[in-house]
Structures are given as structure tokens and as C-alpha cells.
């Protein structure tokens, strides 16, 4: 496997600090989809000086040359996750915000399936499922409702 600076340049990226530091900060996160904000308060708890229109900035490069890719959930802000080239969907929680990755291929097939009896091609796509994760459904606090 290539190095990161190397992987930057093969990209038509300088391989600066900033790059670096988000490009490890994601592959080493434990959280997954990470938003602008997110970044840079793991910076700065690494005493990392790298602003936030920086990160922004990068956040956007990477999504463009396919390092990340970025979703829109329904808090409004968009977040970002690695693009490791396997296909996924989400489920999120209205509540606490937790995302769960899932994959079905029944779930792919049926959409497969509807999109021809449509005269459709899918090119891509994306499946999002909002509700209550596990232990919000538990807790004592009242029902989201919508």
C-alpha cells in the first residue's frame, strides 16, 4: 500500500500538513461519518492548529478526488466518511444521531428489479432509514415525533 503523501500526489494534491492530519484523523476515527465541526474539535483536542475553513476546504478536495464521500442526513449538516469502494446504507437516529451502516442484498436486487420494470438504469443510489436506534427506544423520555 502506497503512503498517504505519495496517494495526495498521485491525486494532483500537495501533500501539505492539514491534508495529512484529516486524511489520518478519518482512517483512524472510530467515528465514521464525521461533519466539518467534528474534525475540528478532534483537532484541537489534539492541539492540532488547523482552522475551520481549512478544514472545510479539505473536506471539499477530498470529496471531489473521491477520498471521502459526503451525505447529507436529516440534521442538515453534511458529514463525511472514507470512501472505502464498498457500497452501504444508513439507518439514523432521530434522537442521538447515530448512524448504522447496513447492507442487504435483497434490498439491492428489489430496487434492481424495480428500476427495470420502470425502464430505468441505476447509476447510484443511496438509502437512508430515520427512526430510534436501540437504546433511545429503551429510555425513559418520551416518542420523537415528526
Known amino acids: 500500500m502506497m503512503n498517504k503523501a505519495s496517494h495526495l500526489k498521485d491525486i494532483g494534491l500537495k501533500a501539505t500538513g492539514p ?82 451502516e447496513f447492507f442487504d442484498p435483497k434490498i439491492e436486487e428489489l430496487q434492481n428489479q424495480i428500476a427495470a420494470q420502470h425502464g430505468f438504469s441505476i447509476q447510484d443510489h443511496s438509502l437512508y432509514l430515520y427512526g430510534e436506534c436501540e437504546d433511545c427506544s429503551k429510555s425513559e423520555r418520551k416518542p420523537f415525533r415528526r
Open 19 to 100: 491534508r495529512l492530519r484529516i486524511m489520518e484523523l478519518f482512517e483512524n476515527s472510530k467515528d465514521r461519518h464525521l461533519s466539518a465541526e467534528d474534525v475540528y474539535k478532534k483537532l484541537i483536542a489534539e492541539d492540532a492548529d488547523i482552522g475551520l475553513a481549512t478544514i472545510y476546504r479539505v473536506l471539499t478536495q477530498f470529496e471531489q478526488a473521491g477520498i471521502l464521500i459526503r451525505h447529507h442526513f436529516e440534521s442538515g449538516k453534511a458529514v463525511y466518511e472514507l470512501n472505502e469502494g464498498g457500497h452501504h446504507d444508513h439507518m439514523v437516529c432521530y434522537r442521538c444521531g447515530k448512524v448504522t
